[in-house]
C-alpha cells in the first residue's frame, strides 16, 4: 500500500510491476482477506499499527478485481490505462519527438522482445506491456531462485534499459516537463 503509491509517484515500471505482484497475491490467497493480512502482510510488517489500513488497500483492490472480472487473469482498469499512457508516450517518442536515444534503446530491444513475443502468449500485446511482463517474469524467476542465462539476461537487460528511459520520461510527462517538439 505505501510501497505501491511511492512507487507510483517515483517510478511507473516498478509500480505496474509491483501491482502485477500483488494482485497474483490476491489470486494466490484466493481473495480471502484474512488470509491475505494473516500470511502475506502482516509478518511483513515492524509493528501492526498499519493494519487497518492494509485491510482497507487490499479490500478495495479485492472489490475493484471482482467487479472488473479479473479473478483468473487480466490487469485492473488502472493498470490498463497507465499501459495505454506509456504506449502513447512511447509512439510519440518514437514518432513526433524522434528522440534518437529513445529509438536506439527501442532498436537494441526490438529483435529481443519479438523473441519474447514468440516464446510467450502475449503475442497480441504492444511492445511495452510485453517488456513490463518480461520484467515481472524476471522477479518471478528470482523469487523461484531459478537461474537466468546470460543471453536472457541480455535480453532482459535491454528492455530494462529502454524502460526506464520510458519512466523518466513518463513522469516528466505528468509533471508538464516534457515538450514533444523541442527536441
Aim: glycine content about 2%; aromatic content about 10%; proline content about 2%.
Amino acid at each position: 500500500m505505501l510501497i505501491s503509491k511511492q512507487k507510483q509517484q517515483e517510478n511507473i515500471a516498478e509500480y505496474i510491476i509491483y501491482m502485477y505482484q500483488i494482485e497474483d497475491v490476491i489470486r494466490a490467497y484466493n481473495f480471502d482477506l484474512d488470509k491475505i493480512i494473516e500470511n502475506y502482510v502482516a509478518p511483513t510488517l515492524p509493528d501492526q499499527s498499519f493494519i487497518n489500513q492494509y485491510k482497507s488497500w487490499y479490500s478495495g483492490l479485492i472489490s475493484d478485481m471482482q467487479s472488473q472480472r479479473k479473478q483468473k487473469t487480466g490487469h485492473l482498469v488502472e493498470l490498463n490505462e497507465i499501459l495505454l499512457e506509456l504506449a502513447y508516450l512511447h509512439n510519440m517518442l518514437l514518432t513526433q519527438a524522434n528522440d534518437e536515444k529513445y529509438q536506439a534503446l527501442t532498436d537494441t530491444a526490438q529483435p529481443l522482445l519479438e523473441e519474447f513475443k514468440s516464446k510467450s502468449n502475449l503475442k497480441d500485446k504492444n511492445n511495452i506491456e510485453v517488456m513490463l511482463q518480461a520484467m515481472y517474469m524476471k522477479l518471478l524467476l528470482k523469487l523461484q531462485k531459478k537461474e537466468i542465462s546470460d543471453e536472457t539476461e541480455q535480453a532482459f537487460d535491454s528492455m530494462r534499459a529502454q524502460l526506464a528511459y520510458l519512466t523518466r520520461a513518463y513522469h516528466q510527462m505528468k509533471r508538464g516537463e516534457l515538450n514533444f517538439f523541442n527536441n
